[in-house]
């Protein structure tokens, strides 16, 4: 059952391939800002995803947040996310990244259910 208060938390170590200068949105050696989102991403769907039906799933619709700090390769990255509302198929959460103690970045997101095989039957 969807109940507000669902998190999880996401981990990933910072390496060559999710720095700003791989991804395109800088040209430091840093974690891009496009994958700290990802990950605040990853946590919000999963953190619903054992509670949903059959043949359900979430997609993203919005994601807004703060990046305050950089985070080096090889330093490890946690992101957590935390059901705050759900209003019909629209789930509203809190998200965090945190690399050991340290806020880098925090925000609103919202994702939607949808039946997985009508999603993909409109592209």
């Known amino acids: 059952m969807i109940k507000e208060g669902l998190s999880h938390t996401s981990v990933l170590t ?3 391939k999710n720095t700003a200068i791989a991804l395109g949105s800088g040209d430091m050696p840093v974690l891009a800002t496009p994958a700290m989102m990802a990950l605040m991403e990853n946590a919000a769907m999963l953190s619903v995803a054992p509670e949903l039906p059959d043949g359900s799933t979430t997609v993203g619709g919005h994601i ?3 990046h305050l700090k950089p985070s080096p390769v ?3 990255v946690s992101a957590t996310a ?3 509302k759900i ?3 629209k789930l509203f959460f809190h998200v965090s990244a945190h690399q050991g103690d340290t806020l880098i970045g925090e ?3 919202l994702r939607f259910i ?3 095989d009508r999603f993909l039957s409109k592209l």
Do not use: F, I, Q, Y
């Open 14 to 16: 910072v390496n060559e």
């Open 64 to 66: 807004a947040s703060s």
């Open 74 to 76: 090889g330093a490890e």
């Open 82 to 84: 935390e059901l705050t």
């Open 87 to 89: 209003d019909g198929r």
């Open 107 to 109: 925000g609103e997101h």
């Open 114 to 116: 949808v039946d997985r």
